[in-house]
């Protein structure tokens, strides 16, 4: 179960960070977004 959990968290983590690739002032529609939003910015 947590596995799962685990799973589709990097699913979203990674379909989100594509989809600000293509459009950096994509809204972020989940919180855990900010951390991803500052890896990308170093």
């Known amino acids: 179960e947590q596995w799962e959990e685990r799973r589709k968290k990097t ?5 989100y960070k ?3 690739k293509d459009n950096k002032n994509a809204p972020m529609p989940f919180r855990g ?7 990308d910015d170093n």
């Open 11 to 15: 699913i979203l983590r990674g379909f």
């Open 33 to 39: 977004s900010d951390e991803t939003k500052e890896e």
């Open 18 to 20: 594509d989809l600000q």
